[in-house]
């Protein structure tokens, strides 16, 4: 655009810079401003430039011209609004008045990735399902590793049961309980019980056994069958039984049979549901019966951490108990006289040779007797410490 002279000085005040470097996306619309301040006599006109050419009436510009605090000075003011619609209208933009020019150099910006960012979203989101699958998956077997190798194990409690077994004498339970729960507990996992199917509450008030029962048991377990409602104490007044069975134990567990879910009283569902927080709640279902099952995997949490010790240290329980009694002595191999049985020793108390014996005279017909009298073995309690208890016959004293 032609215009007449106009004197000096000219001051660019925009663009700050005379040379400006944009990176503008395809489909753009950016504003090219160029202000130029001029003496009050100068009536020219910015002229714009494309790449050393009159951009013509390819772009459209505003002109704008406004006074100064006095009338010597005026601004002179252009703005060229660029469309970036094709790559051709990338280059660069100059304006210029007399001597004075600026120029804006506008570059192609690479379009944002979507598909880089819709990957990476769906990444985390797949690492986050299966996160939450695993935990799923693997939350008990967990737990159980860090109980058995972290958690602190119920030792010198007194208690001489892991868990007292409360069931119904019916057909069902009886083998649920003696052919799958004590099995499973006792061989595969080493935990000892102790089953009572007599009522737990014969009457309003515990008896003396059932507080017995349940004072050497560290966790009662309850075998919530349809029969084991049908009890008196159950039918009477089952709500005042199940809070004093909350009294009597610590956490204690019911086992629910999911078939007969669906038929146990609302009462009874309701107490279970409310106490969720002292009880554990625990569902026997058809595929229960695999011993990779989580029925197993959340009774043996809700049940003590077992202490596995080698062979020959004793019971854990009475490690730390001052206990007097032979049957409990804590150095076992030095009591244990004859590691390989129990029904004679090997080898005598003492170096001293055993006292002299009148020979026996020979009966041809009749069968050499023993010398030990194992007429009561049977009724002896081996119990206590299988692993001490040895007879010793009258010649090795």
């Known amino acids: 655009m032609a215009g007449t002279e106009c004197g000096l000085p000219l001051n660019l005040i925009s663009p700050p810079t005379v ?95 979507h598909i880089a960012a819709v990957v990476l979203a769906l ?49 069902i339970d009886t083998k649920f309980t003696n052919f799958i729960l004590k099995p499973q507990l006792e061989n595969r996992y080493g935990y000892k019980l102790h089953l009572d199917e007599r009522s737990l509450l014969p009457s309003t008030e515990p008896s ?10 560290r966790r009662l377990i309850v075998v919530l069958s349809m029969a084991y409602l049908e009890q008196e104490w159950c039918q009477n007044n089952f709500r005042d039984g199940f809070f004093r069975l909350l009294e009597l134990s610590q956490t204690p567990i019911f086992i629910l049979f999911e078939n007969q879910y669906k038929d146990l009283p609302a009462e009874v569902i309701h107490l279970l549901n409310s106490q969720k927080g002292t009880l554990k709640t625990m569902l026997w279902k058809a595929d229960s019966v695999s011993p990779a099952s989580e029925f197993w995997k959340e009774l043996r949490l809700a049940l003590p951490r077992k202490i596995s010790l080698s062979n020959g240290q004793g019971d854990p329980q009475t490690q730390c108990q001052d206990d007097k009694d032979p049957m409990l002595t804590l150095n076992s191999e030095a009591s244990d006289l004859d590691p390989d049985g129990d029904l004679g020793v090997r080898r005598t108390f003492y170096k001293a040779p055993p006292p002299r014996i009148a020979p026996v005279a020979r009966v041809p017909d009749r069968e050499p007797t023993a010398d030990v009298d194992i007429s009561d073995l049977g009724s002896r309690n081996y119990s206590a410490r299988s692993d001490y208890y040895c007879l010793v016959t009258e010649p090795d004293l």
Not at 20 to 49: A, D, M, R
Not at 74 to 83: G, I, R, T
Not at 123 to 140: D, E, H, M, S, T
Not at 210 to 215: A, K, P, R, Y
Request: overall charge negative.
């Open 19 to 113: 040379e400006q470097e944009l990176w503008l996306h395809l489909g753009s619309i950016v504003p090219l401003n160029c202000t130029l301040q001029v003496p009050g006599s100068c009536n020219g006109n910015v002229t714009w430039l494309k790449d050393g050419k009159a951009v013509e009436h390819l772009y459209t510009s505003q002109d704008s011209v406004w006074n100064g605090f006095n009338s010597s000075v005026k601004f002179l003011s252009s703005v060229l609004d660029v469309n970036l619609t094709t790559e051709d209208d990338y280059g660069k933009f100059t304006c210029q008045l007399q001597n004075v020019s600026a120029s804006f150099t506008l570059h192609k910006s690479a379009q944002a990735g």
């Open 123 to 171: 990444c985390l989101f797949a690492v986050l399902v299966i996160g939450i699958v695993l935990y799923i998956k693997c939350r008990l077997n967990l737990n159980l590793w860090y109980r058995d190798k972290y958690g602190e194990p119920e030792l010198n409690d007194g208690r001489l049961f892991d868990a007292c077994v409360s069931f119904c004498p019916s057909n």
């Open 208 to 217: 003396a056994e059932l507080l017995m029962n349940v004072s050497r048991s």
